[in-house]
Nanobody
């Protein structure tokens, strides 16, 4: 089993920066996908960024060039460096760990508790 604990959310002014962290514990395997999602009240949860166990990254168009996802495989910890923040980035951000890839999808997902990011003057 995997447990995810998030930190780093808060209030920031437009144009500012935040770094979110997601500390993972439990059994972490080589073939996995770790991701950041975000969700506003009444809206669908959307993928922000993801990184594979081999280091390949993917970003949503809305954050590409502003956000950077990374991981420390030794701890292990997932990070999201958020720069040039905009009011539309205001959401609850969730850490996700996916494993047991079938070739089409990951069989198991583990979620963090979510952390609030608010971008406002």
């Amino acid at each position: 089993q995997v447990q995810l604990v998030e930190s780093g959310g808060g209030l920031v002014q437009p144009g500012g920066s935040l770094r979110l962290s997601c500390a993972a514990s439990g059994s972490i395997f080589t073939n996995y996908l770790m991701s950041w999602y975000r969700q506003a009240p009444g809206k669908q949860r959307e993928l922000v960024a993801s990184i594979t166990g081999s280091g390949h990254t993917n970003y949503a168009d809305s954050v590409n060039g502003r956000f950077t996802i990374s991981r420390d495989s030794a701890k292990p910890t997932l990070y999201l460096q958020m720069n040039s923040l905009r009011p539309e980035d205001t959401d609850v951000y969730f850490c996700n760990y996916a494993t047991d890839y079938t070739g089409d999808y990951y069989m198991h997902d583990y979620w963090g508790q979510g952390t609030q990011v608010t971008v406002s003057s």
